[in-house]
Each structure stands twice: as C-alpha cells, then as structure tokens.
C-alpha cells in the first residue's frame, strides 16, 4: 500500500521559512513524479509545484514562483517544499501527490496518491 506522510507544517510569522517533507513508502519512488498542492478554507485546491522523476524538471504556481522551491531525494523516498518570503495568504493545508507515471504535471486529476496534509498558518 502506497502512502505519503507530510510533515514540517506549523506557524510562523510573514516572511518567515518553513520546509514541508513528504516521504513515500510502498512505491518504487524514483519511479514517478511528485507535486504539492494546498487548500484554503473554503477554496479549491491549488496546484502548487512539481518535479520530475528524476528532479531535473520543475514548475511552479505563479502565486508561489520565486519563493517556494521543490525538490526530492529518491535516495530516502522524499519531497520537499522549501518556502520562503511566506504571507498570510500562504495559510493553508499543504498536500503532497505522487503522479501516475515519471512526468511532471500542474493536473490535480492525473496524481495517483495523495498524503494526510500539513498545515501551514502564516501569521501577519
């Protein structure tokens, strides 16, 4: 069984940093590609960044590019989320996928399993 634990979420005040972690057991990693998303109260689900199964191909929200940074170490099953220059408007849950197959996708419907959630709340 595949799952995805997050981690890293917590408090902090604007323009601070925090670093999200995601470890994935139960799936050959290096296998897929990997992306984070996030949702609000009462908002829909936002894309955040992706990467590749190799790590050489990432993109980005436009909301997030510039402060938030994806990469991962297949060598311990796990992606992160480095965010930097944090606003209020960053509160959220923080989900990290795994994609159905090696390509990087901003597509919520093509991410096979998804993690518990982490929360983040950016205080001003």
């Known amino acids: 069984q595949v799952q995805l634990v997050e981690s890293g979420g917590g408090l902090v005040q604007a323009g601070g940093s925090l670093r999200l972690s995601c470890v994935v057991s139960g799936r050959t990693f290096s296998g897929f590609a990997m992306g984070w998303f996030r949702q609000a109260p009462g908002k829909e689900r936002e894309f955040l960044a992706t990467i590749n199964w190799a790590g050489g191909v990432t993109y980005y929200a436009d909301s997030v590019k510039g402060r938030f940074t994806i990469s991962r170490d297949n060598t311990v099953n796990t992606v992160y989320l480095q965010m930097n220059s944090l606003k209020p408007e960053d509160t959220a849950v923080y989900y990290c996928?795994?994609?159905?197959?090696?390509?990087?996708?901003?597509?919520?419907?093509?991410?096979?399993?998804w993690g518990q959630g982490t929360q983040v709340t950016v205080s001003s």
């Open positions: 996928a795994a994609a159905k197959d090696h390509v990087e996708t901003m597509v919520g419907a093509e991410y096979r399993y």
